[in-house]
């Protein structure tokens, strides 16, 4: 036993084998903190119906009730923010808000969720299952057409490149027939000839030097000498945008029979070309 | 029957005139018969016995020299049993009960090491017993006639050692262990020690230390390596805290008497130690590990010959110095502290040579930025790009699992022979690792009391809004290398030079979370000012101290009679932080999500980086001259000159979004677009999320062209200062020995010229771009007499009085408005250029008893009273409402000079054996006790309501940092034949104040009570416990445990400022809901249980 002792304790070696394996140990990299991943999502409203029901009669608050059928979930704003995304006279077209054309985004955990969107008497207006992931922004766009509502989930996903810029285009908008658009009073070749409702691309490249306000319009294919809506979009070299089409143009019947409520609901022109940075 | 016919002769021997007749006679290891025929011869009587009887009685001594024949036969009869009977002329002499011989027997060991020495020689004095100790250091001498002897033990390379009033009796063993302390002196040569070429060495021992204060001039009080070697202690903060009346705070900084840090003056190894703090006037004890430290004597009363800065005590401390030995030892401890070691703690990712105590240059200052010191440049137009490249990325904190805590020490001893000097070396080097890891609670103002109502004075604030309650996390990594290099050139008996080294560099990685929430009753409503806030803390603090002393002492003259020693100091004290990042978060569950995201744009920005520089540097030059100009009188003359200089610079970057200037925080109000920059940021990157911070640092985040973060560099001419003091000190000292050396008198009279300069800026009322240049400059030349008398009317007793001026000046830290931002303890720290200094007269008196038959006892027993004129106190400047001071939630701490304070002391020591009490246990025991009881008084400045100090002078609490008790107790066993020691040592000290209310118990207004009171930290009972065994040889193994009750560390809010913790209780208010009343916790955190395992082994 002395002989164990003498040989473990009485060594220099051992000593010196000891600090160094003390010491080596102290300069491994941290475990970083455990965290469930987390993802950003923004809600757009494209909605003619949604939007004149939060303002109509008297102002309420849809909630996107999220993994939840809760559909009598309220909140009182006083004590912190809600549980679910929404929309109300604060938060009208985007949840999160929008500063500029910049998103904000909810920042939730990662992975599938089903958003429902409930109506004041908690029907779901629409259901939409989000695969969320922790690197790349999503964001969930909703439409009416004639009280019929739909979504759309895009992945904001874009790389820099030098010289150029991304532009996405998204048409949400329940105009009947195709819509093209031109820049600066130009049709670009790069993106698509026309879309409808639902349709959206990519970050497409386009080339772009400097700082520039492009001017943007929105034709309809049937009659391409009627603006149906147009917008300004600031862009820089190394970014990505996206043109978001929404709302009804003047060619369209001027009611609809709401499915859900069987009211005749009456309908305004509000076609809008909304500019969104993404990157 | 014995009895008898001892009263039988002495009835008859008083009427007998012969036996007053004088004996003279020696005789060693005879017997009876042979002593009782030389008396016979001497003697008018005539004796009668039986030879061969008395023959067998053996006696080892026999020596009388003109001793009455009764006393002799008395001696005789009391030893050997021997019975008489005086008839007439004749005496008639029988042996007695037969008396058996004892034996002595025990173990001679090292002093220090425990290791035992074969070949030691025991010999009893007076006689040819003796003996040679066996190769396991024991010895026994048997046979020994009962009676009472001295034992002289001797062993080559040790010093003699010598053991009084052995006691053998009849048929008994006696056992005595011994310690052997090797050769103390420069003046003994190295001998080789047969088999064994290198010895161990002995400091300084209890016996040594006790004779240097007896002599000593004032009242003194130490510690010695021996009791040092008893105790648990890792570095000299623990260590000091055992000397009578000396406290020590935050693990680092000396409190004596109850006087604060700041009122204490270090010496090392003669020098004066540098203040080692960015935020305080103090020396970090903890810089010192205990295997370095040989003796440290604390003076508490005033002499000429030492520099007068203090008012609690001059500390001296002194390394081990070289020996005439050939000696290397070497150890390893390992520590295990509850809460920090063996689990995961919260660390983040430095540099490779963190676990060494430096950078690697990870946190180097970029290379396009202007120099710390440099505070009037600033980077401008560098690429966001260049930023992240020059600056590391790391922003976040993770979990690294901690192993023990670590110290590696080794100590080297040799000598060499120059020509006809000697060459002494000592080197000594340590390395320590260390992890401290706690959970931190702060709170202000009581628990959930009401925004509006009581405190809602209408001075400054209107609500307590800043009340707040905060929940931290924090851990330190520290790793701290010491060489000691002492060089002593003895060049013969009269003159002797020596240069000594001490080197320290000490990097501690800190890594912090604090997040603060409203301290306020559930239910009401959140406003602005009651965001959930998170600061996140990476930093790395570096000190490096390097202290070198080249100096000499000569003797001259035929007797000695001239002393002349010199001394020639450097130091370099340099202290920083490069590259501290701070990450200020809050939560954003007001707005829309559970995350903690960064703040908006602002003064600190959402990520602070800085790189602060503390350099300091000392030139000093002593030189002490003493004449002995006869045996009882000698006069000492000498000068001490310091130059200091220190220079502290910061700089401050910034990120905020893109797109501003450096000075920009705040929009301009004709600007609507401003917070969207026109619409080019991305706000979603200006909202980056905790969990976003480790990929924060890169271009997506910080683009080149504005669309996200910006770095800036905040730094103005308010991040620096630069300092210098000049002293120069010239005394003249009497030491005069009268009555027959009965009575010493010491006198003195020290001049002092000192002269503070600092030159700084500070910020107008328009902020930055309108700074106030501040320039100090404060000469001062003062008079400073001393007195002492000592009453020694024995060896044992010693009664001093004593009688001196000192002063105390403030620091540069505390004279300077440059503010400190200290993350670790959450202040704010500003100086206050209008600070003076403070003069303190010093009044003491003590009486030491010093028994004669142990030199390791003493108790003695003092009183002493201290009047300070301007005394430096550490104020609290804040209130409980935000819109006054608000800075993160930090206390605001700067300083004040008082008008006066009085402060009066009892103290007490006791250092004893308990073998006084029967049983084998006892003798190996001892207890030190000491203790102080002080009461202190001040008077301060009354305030007007914009904190401007006014004329009225009113009574003010007790001086701040001053503790009203301290008690030190230890229970220590030592059994040197087994290597065994072992000690229990406790300590506390009273309640003091750590930082002082501006507001008084007297300040009663309903205005007053928006102003926070005193910050009082409380007792902490600390119990430790130690044991170290010699294992094998030298091989030793310490055990200890440190804070064995657990305590916890706690500051609390002394509301009724009353000095004492009146713990929170719900009281019903007469016209509301109950409400919390009491003194709450303002910080708190558990140090938790430390153990210590050490190994240390002597080659």
């Known amino acids: ?279 | 029957m014995c009895v008898l016919w001892m009263l039988i002769t002495g009835d008859v021997s008083a009427q007998s005139p012969a036996l007053t007749a004088p004996v003279t006679l020696s005789f060693t290891n005879t017997n009876l018969a042979v002593v009782i025929a030389e008396i016979d011869r001497q003697s008018d009587f005539a004796f009668t016995y039986d030879k061969a009887s008395l023959s067998s009685v053996k006696m080892a001594a026999a020596t009388w020299k003109g001793v009455p024949l009764k006393s002799v036969l008395a001696d005789i009869s009391r030893t050997t049993g021997m019975m008489y009977e005086i008839s007439g002329n004749t005496i008639a002499v029988k042996a007695g009960r037969q008396q058996h011989p004892g034996t002595l027997r025990g173990r001679v060991v090292d002093f220090e090491t425990s290791s035992p020495l074969p070949g030691a020689t025991v010999k009893l004095e007076g006689t040819t017993t003796g003996t040679i100790t066996d190769n396991r250091g024991f010895y026994q001498l048997p046979n020994v006639t009962p009676g009472k002897y001295t034992a002289v033990i001797t062993f080559i390379g040790y010093q003699r050692n010598v053991i009084a009033n052995i006691n053998i009796e009849s048929d008994r063993q006696a056992v005595y262990d011994v310690k052997m302390q090797s050769g103390g002196s420069l003046k003994e040569v190295v001998v080789d020690a047969g088999p064994r070429k290198v010895k161990s060495v002995t400091h300084s021992t209890e016996a040594q230390l006790l004779e240097e204060i007896r002599h000593a001039t004032g009242v003194v009080s130490g510690i010695s390596n021996e009791l040092i070697a008893k105790t648990p202690d890792r570095n000299a903060a623990e260590i000091v805290k055992r000397i009578s009346g000396v406290t020590v705070v935050d693990d680092r900084f000396i409190v004596v008497r109850g006087m604060n840090e700041r009122y204490n003056l270090t010496f090392l190894n003669g020098s004066i130690a540098p203040s080692t703090e960015l935020y305080n006037k103090a020396f970090a004890y903890d810089l010192l590990p205990s295997s370095v430290i040989d003796k440290i004597l604390v003076y508490k009363s005033p002499v000429a010959d030492l520099v007068a800065d203090y008012a609690g005590a001059a500390v001296k401390i002194s390394t081990k110095n070289a020996m005439p030995i050939k000696h290397f030892d070497m150890g390893l401890q390992l520590a295990h502290r509850e809460g920090s070691t063996l689990q995961n703690s919260m660390s983040y990712n430095g540099g490779k040579y963190d676990f060494l105590g430096f950078d690697d240059g990870t946190r180097k200052l970029p290379s396009f930025s202007p120099g710390i010191f440099e505070s009037n440049r600033q980077v401008t137009n560098v690429p966001q790009s260049e930023w992240m490249k020059a600056l590391s990325p790391v922003l976040s904190y993770g979990t690294r699992y901690t192993l023990p805590d670590m110290q590696v020490f080794a100590n080297y001893y040799n000598s060499w022979k120059l020509g006809k000097a000697r060459l002494y070396d000592l080197t000594a080097i340590t390395y320590t690792k260390e992890t401290a890891g706690y959970d931190v609670y702060r709170q202000k103002g009581n628990t959930e009391a009401p925004i509006i109502g009581k405190g809602s004075g209408n001075a400054g604030g209107s609500v307590q809004d800043n009340n707040k309650i905060a929940n931290g996390k924090q851990s330190s990594e520290n790793a701290k290398i010491n060489i000691l290099e002492n060089l002593t050139l003895k060049l013969n008996d009269h003159h002797e030079l020596f240069l000594r080294n001490f080197f320290v560099n000490d990097g501690r990685r800190f890594t912090s979370e604090n997040t603060t929430h409203p301290n306020q009753p559930p239910g009401v409503g959140l406003i602005i000012n009651e965001y959930r806030t998170r600061d996140i803390v990476l930093s790395f603090q570096r000190r490096m101290l390097y202290a070198g002393n080249l100096g000499g002492k000569h003797e001259m003259g035929h007797n000695k009679q001239h002393e002349l020693e010199w001394n020639l100091g450097y130091t370099y004290d340099l202290q920083s932080l490069p590259d501290q990042r701070l990450i200020h978060l809050y939560d954003y569950s007001l707005m829309t999500d559970t995350s903690w995201r960064a703040v908006p744009s602002g003064y600190l920005g959402m990520i602070s980086r800085l790189f602060i520089k503390n350099l300091e540097q000392v030139y000093n030059g002593a030189i002490d001259y003493t004449f002995h100009i006869r045996p009882e009188f000698s006069l000492k003359a000498g000068t001490y000159n310091i130059f200091k200089s220190r220079q502290v610079g910061r700089r401050f970057f910034r990120v905020n979004r893109a797109g501003l200037s450096n000075a920009d925080i705040n929009p301009p109000t004709d600007d609507g677009e401003w917070y969207n920059d026109h619409g080019f940021i991305n706000s979603a990157l200006l909202q980056f999320s905790q969990q976003d911070l480790h990929k924060v640092w890169s271009p997506t985040y910080f683009n080149n062209d504005n669309t996200g973060l910006g770095v800036y560099d905040a730094t103005t001419p308010v991040d620096a200062y630069v300092a210098s003091e000049q002293y120069h000190a010239f005394y003249l000292m009497g030491d005069w020995k009268t009555a027959g050396e009965k009575l010493v008198l010491n006198g003195g009279l020290r001049l002092e010229y000192d002269r503070q300069r600092l030159s700084g800026a500070r910020e107008g009322n328009n902020g930055p771009q309108s700074l106030q240049p501040i320039n100090v400059d404060h000469p001062q030349t003062l008079l400073l007499p001393s007195a002492n008398i000592s009453y020694l009317p024995g060896k044992t007793f010693v009664l001093r009085g004593s009688y001196g001026r000192t002063v105390n000046r403030p620091d540069f830290r505390e004279l300077t408005p440059y503010n400190d931002f200290d993350f670790q303890n959450n202040e704010n720290i500003q100086g206050n250029p209008k600070i003076v200094t403070a003069i303190v007269d010093n009044y003491d008196f003590r009486a030491e008893l010093y028994p004669a038959n142990n030199k390791n006892e003493v108790l003695n027993v003092g009183a002493f009273y201290k009047h300070i004129q301007n005394p430096i106190e550490r104020m609290r400047r804040e209130t409980s409402a935000s819109d006054y001071g608000l800075f993160l939630n930090f206390t605001n701490i700067t300083y004040i000079n008082s008008v006066s304070a009085d402060i009066y002391g009892l103290e007490a020591e006791i250092k004893k054996s308990l073998s006084f009490i029967p049983g084998n246990l006892f003798r190996n025991l001892s207890v030190v006790l000491n203790g102080s009881l002080i009461k202190s008084t001040t008077v301060t400045h009354g305030f007007n309501a914009s904190y401007v100090i006014d004329s009225i002078h009113k009574k003010g609490e007790p001086l701040q940092g001053q503790s009203p008790y301290v008690v030190n107790a230890g229970l220590f066993y030592e059994n040197p034949s087994w290597g065994t020691k072992a000690g229990v040592v406790y300590n506390v000290s009273g309640p003091r104040i750590y930082a002082k209310s501006q507001r008084t118990k007297e300040d009663t207004l309903y205005t007053d009570s928006y102003i926070r009171p005193d910050l009082l930290q409380l007792p902490m009972h600390l119990l430790d416990f130690s044991v170290t065994q010699r294992i094998i040889k030298s091989l030793q193994a310490k055990f200890s445990i440190q804070n064995l009750l657990d305590q916890s560390y706690r500051i609390v809010e002394d509301q009724n400022f009353n000095q004492h913790y009146d713990p929170e209780k719900l009281v019903k208010q007469p016209s509301g809901p109950a409400l919390m009343v009491g003194d709450n916790i303002y910080t708190k955190y558990k140090p938790g249980r430390y153990f210590l395992l050490q190994f240390t082994y002597s080659f």
Request: aromatic share 12%; glycine share 6%.
């Open chain 1, 1 to 279: 036993m002395i002989a164990y002792i003498r040989k473990i304790f009485l060594s220099p070696a051992s000593f010196f084998m000891a600090t160094i394996c003390l010491l080596l140990a102290c300069n491994k990299d941290v475990t970083p903190i455990p965290d469930t991943p987390k993802g950003n999502i923004f809600f757009f409203n494209g909605s003619f119906a949604l939007t004149g029901e939060i303002n109509m009669p008297k102002s309420q608050t849809n909630f996107i009730l999220m993994d939840s059928q809760d559909s009598t979930y309220h909140y009182n704003f006083y004590f912190g923010a809600s549980k679910y995304p929404y929309f109300d006279q604060g938060y009208l077209y985007t949840y999160p808000y929008l500063k500029g054309q910049w998103p904000t985004y909810w920042q939730i955990p990662a992975g599938n969720h089903t958003f429902r969107l409930v109506d004041s008497s908690s029907s779901i207006l629409d259901n939409t299952v989000v695969d969320l992931d922790a690197r790349k922004p999503m964001a969930v766009v909703y439409a009416d057409s004639c009280g019929i509502f739909r979504s759309l989930v895009a992945a904001d996903d874009y790389s820099p490149v030098n010289g150029k810029m991304g532009l996405r285009i998204i048409n949400m908008s329940p105009v009947d027939g195709q819509i093209f658009l031109t820049v600066n009073n130009e049709i670009q070749q790069t993106l698509p000839a026309s879309t409808h409702m639902g349709d959206h691309t990519g970050f497409i490249p386009m080339d772009v030097s400097r700082q520039d306000t492009l001017s943007v319009k929105a034709f309809s294919v049937s009659d391409s000498s009627t603006v149906l809506g147009r917008t300004l979009l600031m862009v820089l070299p190394g970014h990505a945008y996206t043109l978001l089409m929404t709302g009804y143009s003047d060619n369209r019947s001027s009611s609809y029979v709401d499915p859900r409520t069987g009211n005749t609901v009456s309908l305004q022109s509000n076609f809008a070309i909304t500019p969104l940075s993404n990157f």
